[in-house]
Structures are given as C-alpha cells and as structure tokens.
Nanobody, 123 residues
Framework: VQLQASGGGLVQAGDSLRLSCEASGRTARNYAISWFRQAPGKERELIVTISWNGARTYYADSVKGRFTISRDNAKNTVYLQMNSLKPDDTAVYYC?????????????????WGLGTLVTVSS
C-alpha cells in the first residue's frame, strides 16, 4: 500500500483545513488509516484512526470535537477535516495504514506511511 497525504498549508487560528490521504494498491480499501502529526522538537503523535469500513474511529483528546476523520473507499481516500485550528496544531501531518485497526501511539506498529504534509497555523 502506498499513501499520499495532501492538503496542508498556512492558515490562521480559527480557520479550517481538510487533509486527504490517498491510498493505492489492490487492497488499500481494506486498511485502517491513522493520522499522526509531529511538531518541531516533539515526538510523532497519534491523533485519529478510522477502521477500514469507517465503523470505528478514535480521536486523541487534543483534537476531539474539532477534527473529523472520514473515508471514501470508492476513491481509496481518507479525509481529515480540521476545524477551529490552533497554533498548537502546527505540525507535519502523516497518514499511516495497517491491516489491523489499532489506536496505538507507537509509530513502529504501523506498516505503511506516506510522506507528510505541513500544516502551519498562525496566531
């Protein structure tokens, strides 16, 4: 499975942004997808996860109520809608895939990674 994250950019606090993670590969739609983020000088942080069929989701407390994850398996794409953005949300955002739904904060447990997309939120 290959992953391509996109949609990052520079926004102001309070704005919204939608990230996309497009998966390629014959069985891409069967994979759970997670979004991590990594701010400068900090560890990579798990923020959301969605199961292969969208039935299960996980949100970290830091984004709960502001971010929404969804997926369109016909397009092999997972979306991360980010609302009410804060300067603390500034980070490189990565999507990761695994055949097993998990809400593990350990990046080593995820089989596939895409390149990140930078989100910068100015105050």
């Amino acid at each position: 499975v290959q992953l391509q994250a996109s949609g990052g950019g520079l926004v102001q606090a309070g704005d919204s942004l939608r990230l996309s993670c497009e998966a390629s590969g014959r069985t891409a739609r069967n994979y759970a997808i997670s979004w991590f983020r990594q701010a400068p000088g900090k560890e990579r942080e798990l923020i959301v996860t969605i199961s292969w069929n969208g039935a299960r989701t996980y949100y970290a407390d830091s984004v709960k109520g502001r971010f929404t994850i969804s997926r369109d398996n016909a397009k092999n794409t997972v979306y991360l809608q980010m609302n009410s953005l804060k300067p603390d949300d500034t980070a490189v955002y990565y999507c990761a895939a695994d055949s097993i739904y998990k809400a593990s904060s350990s990046p080593d447990e995820y089989a596939y990674w895409g390149l990140g997309t930078l989100v910068t939120v100015s105050s």
